[in-house]
């Protein structure tokens, strides 16, 4: 059975922890879980490394089509007008 670990104030951890989120849900947010590639795990590395050899090839193969698509991107990151 787990410990009930108390502040000085007598709030238990649990106590706190419910007293935060219910404090950020009164200004207007909600809980996500959001699950993220785990970068650490040596099939993730492996397959990110030849998705980047695949980039790289493909840029050397055809450099004027690389470069089209840098001012592309260039010309659509613009964040002013967002707000």
């Known amino acids: ?3 009930v670990v ?8 649990k106590e706190r922890v ?3 989120r219910e404090s950020l849900r009164a200004s207007g947010l909600r809980p996500v879980t959001l699950w ?15 998705q ?9 193969a055809n450099p004027q089509r690389e470069a089209s698509y840098w001012k592309w991107a260039e010309s659509v990151q613009a964040d002013e007008g967002w707000v």
């Not at 108390?6 to 951890?13: F, K, L, N």
């Open 52 to 60: 980047g050899k695949i980039l790289v090839e493909s840029a050397k």
């Open 6 to 13: 108390t502040t000085p104030e007598g709030d238990s951890t």
């Open 1 to 3: 059975m787990a410990k």
């Open 18 to 20: 419910r007293k935060h």
């Open 36 to 50: 993220v590639p785990d970068t650490r795990n040596p099939a993730f590395v492996a397959e990110y490394r030849r």
